[in-house]
């Protein structure tokens, strides 16, 4: 037992002397932590805060917060956890087959175990052919965007603890057979990618990313304008791969599961694709004014590969969750709370709205926009009526 206190307080001074070699000499730094953590603020002295022992506890969560080998310590906590015990310090994220990481929100959600009922996306489907309907005669196509996710693209790689036979009626699986029936415009990449899946050279989805690869999000963006072209018979400007490059080293999101595991050391990855793209500057083709409500999987478009920015009219904007104004937007600015603007006006001189939803928050599909657009077209629709006979 002391030879173990003697162990533990050798460590101890080791990771001091760390500390003031690191400060004095400036070695290098572990990457700092990503994820969701906890401020740790310098904490002010007060009477009561010292006589109450508030300023001690505050000062040494500080101190440990400030440690230069603070990151190193926790990635190397996490690394032996990881390691050693094959656990993984995230919240809802696992390790299937052949280090294919997975968010289990994505999993539950292929499972059908997040499955809201057939009558509420009944529901919600009626309405949406409603707002087709009426957004129709405004001279504005209504799109929905099914996007996948990575549980249900590669289920072979989940983990052996998951009884793929046990799987039931999912929100997709209803979502999918509804919009066929009632006619609504949409763009299924859940099945559009399960059938590219034998075929391309490429990864659609990473070992280590949430999202679609930047390979895959460039192969739905192509998909996606093109069905806008369609349906509104209008030419967008053309973009093509001008040559990208091969790289076992994972840009953007194709590594942001592993990025928030905080670990010493990578995963050896699989060959990934980045295109390099090349827009085609022409005045003749189309710019249509877009409004898009949506999840994280949009900003692929945006900052991943910049579709929007490009094909978009100046006057486009995104959504994110309905919530708030995601782009564009001022670096350096609060983000626009979509709440407080005038859904009516938003809509009004719109070539289109965009509601992309992916397979793990279809128990939401439109993050409540869909009430709001049924209720403001529903009021505005005999005003429009009136108007139109007036002319």
């Known amino acids: 037992m002391k030879f173990i206190k003697h162990i533990l307080f050798c460590l101890f001074v080791m990771a001091l002397l760390v500390e003031i070699v690191q400060y004095a000499y400036v070695l290098p730094k572990a990457p700092e932590l990503l994820g969701s953590f906890t401020d740790a603020p310098k904490p002010k002295l007060t009477l009561s ?18 440690l230069q080998i603070h990151t190193f310590l926790i990635r190397l906590h996490n690394q032996i956890d990881y390691s050693v015990f094959g656990k993984i310090n995230v919240k809802e994220v696992e390790e299937g087959k052949d280090r294919y990481l997975f968010g289990s929100s994505y999993t ?16 919600t489907v009626k309405k949406l052919a409603f707002i087709q309907r009426e957004l129709k005669k405004r001279n504005t196509e209504l799109i929905c965007i099914l996007t996948p996710g ?6 072979e790689k989940l983990p052996s603890s998951y009884d793929l036979s046990k799987k039931t009626r999912s929100n997709y699986d209803a979502y999918a057979e509804l919009f066929v029936k009632e006619g609504i415009q949409h763009v299924n990449l859940v099945n559009y990618f399960s059938k590219l899946k034998p075929k391309t050279k490429y990864p659609l989805f990473t070992q280590c990313g949430v999202h679609w690869s930047g390979y895959g999000a460039t192969v739905a963006a192509d998909t996606l304008f093109n069905y806008m072209e369609q349906i509104k018979k209008i030419d967008i400007r ?8 091969e790289s076992l080293i994972p840009l953007n999101t194709d590594g942001d599961i592993f990025n928030g595991m905080n670990l010493l050391f990578d995963i050896p990855y699989h060959k990934m694709y980045y295109p390099k793209l090349i827009f085609k500057d022409d005045n003749t083709k189309t ?4 409004l898009i409500i949506g999840d994280s999987y949009i900003w ?11 094909l978009l009219d100046q006057k486009s904007a995104f959504w994110y969750y309905a919530a708030e104004v995601g782009w564009p937007a001022e670096p350096g600015k609060p983000l626009i709370n979509a709440y407080n603007l005038d859904l009516k006006k938003e809509i009004d001189h719109r070539d289109f709205i965009l509601i992309q939803c992916n397979e793990s928050k279809l128990y939401n599909f439109g993050y409540d926009i869909v009430d709001k657009l049924f209720t403001v077209l529903q009021n505005d629709s005999t005003s429009f009526k009136s ?3 007036k002319l």
């Open 49 to 66: 805060n010292w006589m109450s022992g508030k300023y001690q506890d505050s000062l040494l969560k500080n101190f440990e917060a400030t």
């Open 108 to 123: 539950k959600a292929f499972l059908g175990e997040d499955f809201i009922g057939e009558q509420k996306i009944i529901s």
């Open 150 to 155: 990575k549980s249900s693209f590669v289920p």
């Open 238 to 245: 053309d973009f093509y791969d001008e040559g990208g490059e």
């Open 287 to 290: 710019a249509p004014n877009t």
């Open 300 to 310: 692929s478009w945006i900052n991943f590969y910049n579709f929007f920015p490009k």
């Open 387 to 389: 108007d139109r006979a």
